[in-house]
C-alpha cells in the first residue's frame, strides 16, 4: 500500500514529501516519508478514522501487515533536520540568539 494523496505534505524544513503518522504506541505525531521504502524500519497504515498509524517493525514481526507499507522516519532522511541541544560541545553559544521572552513588554 501507499499513502494516498491526502495525506503527503511538504517537509517544513526541507521540503521533501512526507506523511504525517501518529505513534501506535505513544499517539505522538510523527513525520515519514512519503514513499515507502523496503528499507524503512516502520510498519504506516490507514486507520479506520483515516488517519496514518506508524508502528515499528520488529525482529518478531518483521513484516508488514498487507495493509501497510514500509516508511523510513524522515527524521533519517531529512536534509535539513532541526538543531538539536547539546549533543557537541561548542553549541551552547546558540543560547544567544534567542528571542526575547513575550513577557518582557507587558504592563
Ligand atoms: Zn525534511
Not at 96 to 104: A, K, L, T
Request: proline residues 13%; hydrophobic residues 25%; positive net charge.
Amino acid at each position: 500500500m501507499k499513502p494516498s494523496r491526502a495525506h503527503v505534505t511538504a517537509c517544513r524544513r526541507c521540503g521533501a514529501p512526507i506523511c504525517w503518522t501518529l505513534t501506535t504506541a505513544r499517539g505522538r505525531r510523527q513525520p515519514v516519508d512519503a514513499e515507502p521504502t523496503e528499507t524503512g524500519n516502520l510498519a504506516v497504515t490507514q486507520g479506520a478514522d483515516g488517519l496514518l498509524y506508524v508502528r515499528s517493525l520488529t525482529k518478531v514481526h518483521p513484516e508488514p501487515r498487507p495493509s501497510e507499507w514500509r516508511a523510513m522516519p524522515h527524521h533519517a532522511t531529512c536534509s535539513s533536520p532541526p538543531p538539536r541541544r547539546s549533543n557537541r560541545t561548542g553549541e551552547r553559544a546558540r543560547t544567544g540568539v534567542r528571542p526575547v521572552p513575550w513577557q518582557s513588554g507587558r504592563p
